[in-house]
Each structure stands twice: as structure tokens, then as C-alpha cells.
């Protein structure tokens, strides 16, 4: 399994103490995404970020709600990624 997070990229000169929130899911939990593809839009000092798969698999598990927010390097959802 595998967490997809926001890359650090995104986080780079953003206080450690900022959150991030979700705006919109564009999957839903069991389905199945390839490598690259947006899964979430997120808010981030008032800039839209895409989050994106890392791998093909399937996503087992959304753990931040949109609507919610979460910390940088926190995993928003699991993957499981397809062997």
C-alpha cells in the first residue's frame, strides 16, 4: 500500500504549521487509477493543487474527506497498487 499524499514540492516555503484542505475528490474509494491521474483537488495558501496517482492501482481508502483538511506529508488516501 502506498499513501498519496501532496507532493513536498507544493509544501516548499509554506509554514510547517499550515494545513491543506480538500476540495474535491474526483475518485471514489475501490476505484481503479493509473499513474498521473488527478485524483483530488486541494487548497494550499490560496493556491489549487492536483493531487495525482503515483502508480496504477486502486484506491483502498480515502482518509481525508474533502472538506477536511490535513498536514503537509500526511497521506489524504491509500492505494494499492496493481502487480
Same mark, same amino acid.
Given at each position: 500500500?502506498?499513501?498519496?499524499?501532496?507532493?513536498?514540492? @507544493?509544501?516548499? #516555503? *509554506?509554514?510547517?504549521?499550515?494545513?491543506?484542505? %480538500?476540495? +474535491?475528490? !474526483? &475518485?471514489?474509494? $475501490?476505484? =481503479?487509477?493509473?499513474?498521473?491521474?488527478?485524483?483530488?483537488?486541494?487548497?494550499?495558501?490560496? @493556491?489549487?493543487? #492536483? *493531487?495525482?496517482?503515483?502508480?496504477?492501482?486502486? %484506491?483502498? +481508502?480515502? !482518509? &481525508?474527506?474533502? $472538506?477536511? =483538511?490535513?498536514?503537509?506529508?500526511?497521506?489524504?488516501?491509500?492505494?494499492?497498487?496493481?502487480?
Amino acid at each position: 500500500m502506498t499513501g498519496i499524499t501532496l507532493s513536498p514540492e @507544493a509544501w516548499k #516555503d *509554506i509554514d510547517p504549521a499550515t494545513e491543506a484542505l %480538500v476540495d +474535491k475528490w !474526483l &475518485v471514489a474509494e $475501490g476505484d =481503479t487509477v493509473r499513474v498521473g491521474q488527478t485524483l483530488a483537488n486541494v487548497v494550499l495558501v490560496k @493556491a489549487n493543487q #492536483d *493531487i495525482v496517482a503515483p502508480g496504477d492501482g486502486r %484506491v483502498e +481508502k480515502i !482518509l &481525508v474527506p474533502a $472538506g477536511e =483538511t490535513f498536514a503537509q506529508g500526511k497521506p489524504i488516501a491509500m492505494l494499492k497498487e496493481l502487480t
